[in-house]
């Protein structure tokens, strides 16, 4: 088994990131900070607003400072959107707070980098209860016109009334989306297609050139080398691996080689989850369906065989959101 490991780490060292000490680099930075640092210098130019402390990234200097600040400096800071109560979905991060300001820069950063203008029509698919958007309205609220489509009824309502600034629809577990063609300049969706069945990425992939706008760019995430090497090496994340279809009752240790084993051979591998009650997301889903939506990694060549003929692939970066996620970005042309 460690044999087996160690052959995969080793055929993909490239997309593994690694520390100067040959450990798995565990944190990861965006190389900017957009939205962190335009809200940042606002809250430091106002004299009324207690000043952030000094710190190596500002989208930590923002969250810190928010843990902290009393609620009228908040509602003042225009950040004044507490954690959704449950059921509503939200996925805690490093911060207790509601705002994921260090995702957001990191997608920011990664469309700046590739050239992207961070303006037009924006659509957050899957937006969950809207931290990003929260994020992106309140750093930019001039420069993009916001949409979020998520299939969480409850989700969808929390966000409309506590975003401001946000268009957000419910939509089905399957295409078509309630937008017209070539409605976005951008769309953006993490940990999406981490979750997505094979062909239901392909139709999903299908639908997002047809709301994308000739020229548009379209930035998503998935599982790749580092995710598993992550899984391998730190046993980062630890799911409940019984809980997906393809064994009985799988261990990590079986569940690890049968994804190591199949990526290798297929370029690919996905399980579904057994049970709607087994993942948070599609419990909150009105006659939600398990058979497409489970556990899913990709290798570049696999991806490229899911893609339509004119989204072309302009970027890849390795382990960048959640620490563990690849992020591409697509073009349509």
Known sequence: MEKVFESFLKEHRAEIVWE??????RDMHPQFSPASS?????????????????GAFPYAQLSKWLMTAPRDQRIR??????????????????????????????????????????????????????????????????????????????????????????????????????????????????????????????????????????????????????DVASRILLNIPSPRYDRYTGHEKWTREGFLMDLVDTYKRSGYYFQAFKEVGYQPDLHLIEDADTAEWGLMFISPEYLKTMLPPDLSIVSRSVGRTGNRHDLYIVRRD
């Open 20 to 25: 100067d000490d040959e450990t798995l680099r």
């Open 38 to 54: 335009q809200i940042l210098s606002q809250i430091i130019v106002d004299s009324q607003l207690t000043k952030p402390e000094d």
């Open 77 to 226: 800071a225009d950040l004044a959107i507490d954690i959704p109560p449950s059921p509503i979905h939200f996925v805690p991060g490093q911060y207790q707070i509601f705002y994921d300001f260090k995702n957001t820069d990191m997608v920011l950063s990664e469309l700046l980098s590739a050239g992207i203008q961070i303006k037009g029509t924006l659509l957050d698919f899957g937006c969950s209860s809207g931290r990003n958007l929260a994020v992106l309205r309140r750093a930019f609220p001039s420069k993009i016109q916001l949409f979020g489509v998520d299939p969480a009824q409850d989700s969808v309502d929390w966000l409309q009334k506590n975003v401001g600034g946000v268009s957000a629809t419910v939509s089905k577990q399957s295409p078509p989306l309630p937008f017209d063609d070539e409605q976005f300049d951008i769309i953006i969706a993490k940990s999406i297609w981490t979750h997505f069945s094979p062909s239901a990425g392909r139709q999903w992939f299908a639908e997002m050139r047809r709301v994308l706008k000739k020229g548009g760019h379209f930035l998503f995430s998935t599982h790749g080398p580092h």
